[in-house]
Each structure stands twice: as structure tokens, then as C-alpha cells.
């Protein structure tokens, strides 16, 4: 056998099969089992993709036990703290940081297009007061694409770019957009004169008539929980977008596709869950009641905020919105029943053998959703603003597919355990 093949027995017959090892830059080499059914007539078997590749990428990189985290090779943590949100979309994008220059056509280019067609907003109109955000949001991405129909057939790098930037312009104002409708709120237009975070921050909270005081801790803050959603790899809703991607569907659609896949509470969801659990926990004397439903393996009660399917030792991203959160509290003097509830809860569990052993850690969630309700952001908003982090990496992942030379559809198999075929009654 060669250094680079795998030889896997069938143990039924006796056969042999040999398959390519294919080497990583950095992290686990993988099979390759594009020929497994063709040669041993089975399918592999891998609910849940725990041990799949789904494809070749060069945008991100995750080491989930060293709790590492990498866009375009550069780490998270300094991403985080030395550079912006934009610096972060650029470099996801356009596979390099950019100079001074470039930031600052980028920055011009993302206000430029932060404004949607008017049409928008009677679609938006037509929606029930109390609609979720993130339902609006999704149905206002996917109308995009009648607005730029044209991004269906994209061929030359400056469509690509023009396709790109567009969305994340637009993303900012849709989801502020969303909110207002949902609360019957007037919308407030995009402001040319503030930066990306701020001004969304802006369309948010203020009011035609009254001026909004940002503070700078706040739009930092929130500007660094969009850096650290900006991109994760083959997450489900990256998944969702390359599947779409892979049909060779609308861009725009992929992206809702992605906000739906996104909004489920096991993924991006899980933010505002958290808030709605410490709630429902109501007080310090309680968590230990909730601690054991958590552990008690017939009780489907989960502690929200806290496991990843990557990271079992730490998630680097949580580590970063700790140190957030805890100036955040600081700075605007924050303190409340729930905040002890959150503390009380973390504690137990950074110690408990149940979660220890599971390596079930804070992960971004359960900071970001503390960090939101401090920035006075409302719950139904924190998926929408995981929305707006990640579009970035979405929009990269679509376009490094359809750049490919040539393009798999996404068409997994399955283990088929339902009836074999019956005869009809005659
Ligand atoms: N509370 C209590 N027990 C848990 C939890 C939890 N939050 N998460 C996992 N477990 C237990 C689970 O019961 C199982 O126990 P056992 O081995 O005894 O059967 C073990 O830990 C492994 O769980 P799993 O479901 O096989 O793990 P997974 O990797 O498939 O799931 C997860 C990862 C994030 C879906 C899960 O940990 C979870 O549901 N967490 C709560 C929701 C959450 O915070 N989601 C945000 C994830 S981070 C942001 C993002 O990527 O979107």
C-alpha cells in the first residue's frame, strides 16, 4: 500500500479497496470516496457530516480541539482586535486585507449601496405586526434577487465583486427595515455620514424626530460580534448556501436559504434562546433546578449557549465576547438578576463533570446574547444581527463554489430502512 491510499476490507467477501488520501495545508488529511459506490457498490454513512468534507476551500480555517479559528489564514483574535468589520468582509471576499486605500473605497462602496429599491417597503408593508425579523429578513433577501436579476449569470470577477458587495450593503438596512415593520416603527433611512455598524445601530434605535447617542464601547462591540460571526466554515447555513450554490441558483436565494438554515435555535437561533431561557430561569435559586433538567438524560431540556459540534475544549470567539461583555457591563453599568443567573450558570457548568466531560463550554451564543441585550438590541433581533455578521462568508463560499472549474451538484444518498416493495391489494 502507498503512504497516500487508504486500503479499507470488506470483511463479508474478503475484497480490498484502495482510496486517495488528500492532504490539507493545515489540519486533517481526508479520503477521498468520490469513486466508493462505483467500486464497492455501497454508500459511506455519516448522519449529521461528523467525519464528512463537503468540499475544498481556502476561506476559513477551524481546529476545534486547539480552539483555533482562521479567516484567510490570519487569527481570529487579531481580527478581532486589530481590524474591523469591513477589514473582515474584504479580506473574506476578496482573499486579502486591504490597504488603506481600499478600506476606504470599500467603506464608500458599502454606503453607496446601502439603500433598497423602494419597492421593498411595500412588501415589507404587507407583513402582520409582530412578524418575526428574521422572516421578513428572509423573504426581503430572496426578493433582492428580482431587483438584480441579472446576478443569476455571473461570469468576470468585477460581477462577482459588484454581486457581493451589494448584499452586504443591503443586509444592514433590510434587517433594521425588518425590525421597524415588525414593530410598526417609522423606518430610518441608511445615514451617508456614519460608519458601517454604527449606522445600523442607528437605523435600529433612533427616531425621525429624536438624535440617538451611540456610544463608541457599543458600536466597538458590536462591530467585533460581527467579526467574529463573519465566517465558521461548512456550518449548516454555509452548507445551505453551497447547496444552493451548487444548482447554480440565484445568489440572492442562496443567502436566504442561508438566513433560514441559520435561524433554527441549534445554530444561529441560539442567542436569542439563551435570553429567553436565563428569563425563564428568572432567578439565581432556580439554577440549580435547570442544571439537573440539562443532565437528566430523559428530560430533551438543553442549556442554550453552551456545546459545539467543533469546539470540545473552548470557542475562541466566546473567549473574546468574555472580555466584551465584562467591559460592556462596566462601562454602562450594567447589572441585573439575569446577568447573576447567566454567571451562576457558567460557573457551574466551567466545573460540573457533566458538561466537563462533554466538553459542553460557553460558546458565542451565550456571550452575544448577553452582549445584544446590553446594547439595548431586541431578542428577535440577535439571529438578525448573527445575519449581518455572517453574509460575508456566506457570499465568499458561494462564489469560491461557482469560481470552481466545474461544479458538483450537492446530492447526498441515503440508507434506506423503509418498506422493500409490497404487493398492492387487488
Ligand atoms: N445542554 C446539555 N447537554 C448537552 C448540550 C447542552 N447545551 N449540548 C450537548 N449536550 C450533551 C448531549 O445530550 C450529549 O450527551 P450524551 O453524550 O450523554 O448523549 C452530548 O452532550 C453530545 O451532544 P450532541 O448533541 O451529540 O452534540 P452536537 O455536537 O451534535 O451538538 C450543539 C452541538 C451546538 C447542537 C449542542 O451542543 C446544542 O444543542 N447546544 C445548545 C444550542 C446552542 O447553544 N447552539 C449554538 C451553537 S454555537 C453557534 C453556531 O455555530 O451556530
Not at 491510499?5 to 493545515?26: C, H, M, P, Q, S
Not at 442607528?202 to 463573519?230: C, G, Q, S, W
Not at 438554515?261 to 444561529?268: E, K, M, P
Amino acid at each position: 500500500m502507498s503512504k497516500n491510499t487508504i486500503t479499507i476490507i470488506n470483511n463479508r467477501d474478503g475484497k480490498t479497496y484502495e482510496f486517495n488520501i488528500l492532504d490539507a495545508t493545515v489540519g486533517p488529511s481526508v479520503v477521498d470516496i468520490s469513486s466508493f459506490y462505483k467500486e464497492t457498490g455501497m454508500f459511506t454513512y455519516d448522519e449529521g457530516y461528523t467525519s464528512t468534507a463537503s468540499c475544498q476551500s481556502k476561506i476559513t480555517y477551524i481546529d476545534g480541539d486547539a480552539g483555533q479559528l482562521m479567516y484567510r489564514g490570519y487569527d481570529i483574535s487579531f481580527m478581532a482586535k486589530e481590524k474591523s468589520f469591513l477589514d473582515t468582509a474584504y479580506l473574506l471576499i476578496y482573499g486579502e486585507l486591504p490597504s488603506q486605500d481600499e478600506l476606504t473605497d470599500f467603506k464608500l462602496e458599502m454606503q453607496k449601496r446601502s439603500f433598497v429599491h423602494e419597492g421593498i417597503k411595500k412588501l415589507f408593508d404587507s407583513f402582520p405586526d409582530g412578524a418575526h425579523p428574521m422572516a421578513i429578513l428572509s423573504a426581503g433577501v430572496s426578493a433582492l434577487a428580482t431587483f438584480y436579476f441579472k446576478h443569476l449569470e455571473i461570469t468576470t470577477a468585477a460581477e462577482y465583486q459588484e454581486m457581493a458587495n451589494r448584499i452586504v450593503a443591503k443586509i444592514p438596512t433590510l434587517a433594521a427595515f425588518s425590525y421597524r415593520y415588525s414593530n410598526g416603527l417609522p423606518i430610518i433611512y441608511p445615514d451617508l455620514n456614519k460608519g458601517f455598524t454604527e449606522n445600523f445601530l442607528n437605523m435600529l434605535r433612533a427616531y425621525p424626530h429624536e438624535y440617538v447617542e451611540l456610544k463608541d464601547v457599543e458600536i466597538k462591540a458590536l462591530d467585533t460580534i460581527f467579526t467574529l460571526h463573519a465566517d465558521h466554515e461548512q456550518n449548516a447555513s454555509t452548507t445551505a448556501v453551497r447547496n444552493l450554490a451548487s444548482t447554480m441558483a440565484h445568489p440572492y436565494a442562496a443567502i436566504s436559504a442561508g438566513i433560514g438554515a441559520l435561524w433554527g435555535r441549534s445554530h444561529g437561533g441560539a442567542n436569542e434562546s439563551v435570553i429567553r431561557q436565563l428569563e425563564m430561569i428568572g432567578s439565581v435559586d432556580r439554577v440549580d433546578e435547570f442544571i439537573g433538567k440539562a443532565k437528566d438524560k430523559d428530560d430533551p431540556f438543553r442549556l442554550m449557549g453552551f456545546g459545539h459540534r467543533v469546539y470540545k475544549n473552548f470557542d475562541p470567539r466566546a473567549t473574546i465576547l468574555k472580555e466584551i461583555r465584562n467591559e460592556l457591563m462596566e462601562e454602562l453599568g450594567i447589572s441585573s438578576e439575569l446577568v447573576e443567573v447567566a454567571n451562576k450558570i457558567e460557573q457551574i457548568a466551567l466545573s460540573d463533570e457533566y458538561f466537563v466531560s462533554r466538553g459542553l463550554y460557553p460558546n458565542i451564543d451565550f456571550y452575544s446574547g448577553l452582549i445584544l441585550q446590553a446594547l439595548k438590541i431586541p431578542k428577535e433581533m440577535f439571529a438578525v444581527v448573527f445575519v449581518i455578521g455572517r453574509t460575508p462568508g456566506w457570499i465568499a463560499q458561494w462564489s469560491e463554489l461557482r469560481q470552481q472549474k466545474s461544479i458538483k451538484i450537492a446530492r447526498p444518498r441515503q440508507l434506506y430502512v423503509g418498506s422493500s416493495e409490497r404487493t398492492p391489494n387487488t
